[in-house]
């Protein structure tokens, strides 16, 4: 499949927000252009639901690979109580995050090797505190904030660490939330309200839009789509394009003989398959987006796979297309934006030799 430009829109409407790994303030990404979809995750309820136990800490993650141009990127972590782990302490750490009640699907996807991305520990064997950073600037920070009271100490770390573009943070468990808040170097830092959403077969089947007719078809992506240009788009989130074709999936709405809207896994289990969309600029606000997530969701039900979107709060767009698919909201959570935080420029004497 060929290309597409910046990232999709919703149905009927230009109004989207941003990726959560672009920077909402940098020219280019206003909330009119970008948004993507992820897992649910839980912290203040919207509706009752039952909560699962337990971190189940055991072991340490570690990937060190190539991000995307413009992501979040971290530099340095030298003289942290922090630590990159290896990929085979990376795989233990799945059971943990599927134990936590939240996202954990961008942070499965770096710790077992299907994207770009990073992990470090404050210890390989029984860590307190284990932190995932995905190439596309999605990082999460889980464990047990207040054992031997290092929470602060690794809040304050992750704050203070060089990073080259913006990077969208969440923190497991909710406690933790509310330290971040209170430390003095979080002025720097802003929270967001990010919604997590339940998707209804019911509601999709009442709801869902006619595949067939006007002037355009749909298309499964081939290789060419995970070289798409663009920001929510298949190279983002996966390793390479051999892996998102053996273990992704995604649909284009091709118009006039190009693809003009791409629906693609962003992130897949054995059981969940999270959105991602890319829509071409020229053909935002013809409900092209909702056509492409439909033939998704159908790949997604046609195989037992349960459809999965969260957005920001202020992504009206994103949020709008969910309901009109069949998602439901059912909870709200604390997000936050680490700015860019360049190294700093060398004022005192040249070094010697």
Not at 12 to 21: K, Y
Not at 84 to 107: C, I, Y
Not at 109 to 115: F, G, I, N, T
Not at 188 to 213: D, I, M
Request: aromatic share 8%; proline share 8%; hydrophobic share 40%.
């Amino acid at each position: 499949m060929a290309a597409g430009t910046t990232s999709g829109t919703c149905s009927g409407s230009a109004s989207a927000s941003v990726a959560p790994g672009t920077d909402p303030d940098a020219p280019g990404a206003s909330a009119s252009e970008r948004f993507t979809h992820e897992l649910p995750i839980r912290a203040r309820k919207v509706e009752p639901s039952p909560r699962r136990q337990g971190l189940g800490l055991r072991a340490s993650p570690g990937l060190a690979l190539a991000r995307p141009a413009g992501s979040a990127t971290l530099r340095a972590m030298s003289g942290t109580a922090l630590r990159e782990l290896g990929p085979a302490e990376s795989a233990r750490l799945v059971p943990s995050l599927q134990a936590l009640e939240m996202n954990t699907l961008f942070a499965r996807s770096v710790l077992v090797q299907d994207a770009p991305g990073r992990a470090f520990a404050d210890s390989a064997g029984s860590p307190s505190a284990v932190y995932v950073i995905h190439g596309y600037g999605m990082s999460l920070l889980f464990g047990d904030p207040d054992r031997a009271g290092a929470g602060d100490r690794h809040l304050s770390e992750i704050i203070d660490m060089r990073r080259d573009g913006a990077e969208w943070l969440q923190v497991a468990p909710e406690p933790w939330a509310v330290r971040f808040s209170e430390l003095p170097a979080s002025r720097t830092v802003k929270q967001y309200t990010r919604v997590n959403f339940r998707f209804s077969a019911e509601a999709y089947r009442a709801r869902r839009p006619r595949l067939s007719g006007g002037d355009h078809r749909i298309a499964r992506a081939d290789r060419s789509a995970f070289d798409m240009p663009g920001t929510v788009v298949p190279r983002a989130f996966w390793k390479d394009a051999d892996r998102f074709l053996q273990a992704g999936a995604g649909f284009a709405v091709m118009v006039d003989g190009r693809p003009a809207s791409l629906a693609f896994s962003s992130f897949v289990t054995s059981t969940q398959l999270e959105l991602g969309i890319e829509t071409l600029e020229e053909y935002r606000g013809r409900g092209l987006a909702t056509l492409a997530c439909v033939a998704l969701i159908d790949h997604c039900l046609a195989r037992g796979l349960e459809p999965v979107w969260a957005c920001r709060l202020d992504n009206t767009a994103s949020h709008r297309l969910a309901e009109a698919l069949g998602f439901v909201p059912v909870r709200h959570l604390p997000y936050f934006r680490l700015p860019p935080a360049p190294a700093p420029r060398h004022t005192g004497p040249a070094p010697a030799g």
